[in-house]
């Protein structure tokens, strides 16, 4: 249960003096009928959007919420960093949400397709837990033809990245073309798909990701789109 202008300020739909406004004002309904108490405590459950409206449109998914999106090419992930981010995709009272919506994991700037947000901190450790292994699919084009060895040095589990000490795990590699291939990684190391073909004498000019674990990016959610997840399809992710 959580008290009605709290659960509205950490939704993101102002101060605490804002939502007291609103409710006041009649604003905000439950099942039809204007809440006028601020003090009064709601259930908070998935389904309260159905339920807990302002000015007659559902209410944000409370937390728990997990969502995906195509992310762009040319917007970063990180919340600090200079430029167009993802937050700045969705709406923008959610950049207000406590608990605040974070990326699982991070995909370059010049890296486009699926990534998740979420404001749940166990998932999102769940899902990059080095322990879980959970597999990312990539799609990569190339600016040299492959040579055909790149899928065995990939699967054997023995390429060490410039820079690190311990070596990669065995990845899969799939060949799609001359100079494009879907490789599947179980860890997420800094820029890893891009120095894993360094590392075998070519060079990544595009890179999207298609899926995590059982989730993968829907052909009909365009860049720059967002979905939410329901508990279940979130979960899986790990239905691998
Ligand atoms: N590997 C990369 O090189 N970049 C990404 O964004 C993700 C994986």
Known sequence: MARLDRLLANLGYG?????QALI????????GVALKNSAQKIAVTADLPQ??????????PPAPLVLMMNKPLGVVCSHR???????DLLPRRWQARDPALSSVGRLDKDTSGLILITDDGDFLHRVISPKRHVPKVYRA??????NGTEGATFAEGALMLEGEEKPLLPAELEVLGEREARLTITEGRYHQVRRMFAAVGNHVTALHRERIGG????DDLAPGEHR???????EEVFDV
Do not use: C, F, N
Not at 141 to 146: E, G
């Open 15 to 19: 101060g605490r003096r804002d939502v």
């Open 24 to 31: 006041a004002g009649g604003k905000v309904t439950l099942d």
């Open 51 to 60: 339920h807990l409206k302002i000015r007659g449109v559902p209410v944000d």
């Open 81 to 87: 960093e200079d430029g167009e981010r993802i937050y």
């Open 141 to 146: 084009v190339l600016d040299r033809p492959l």
């Open 215 to 218: 989730v993968a990016l829907p």
């Open 228 to 234: 939410i997840l329901s508990a279940a399809q979130a």
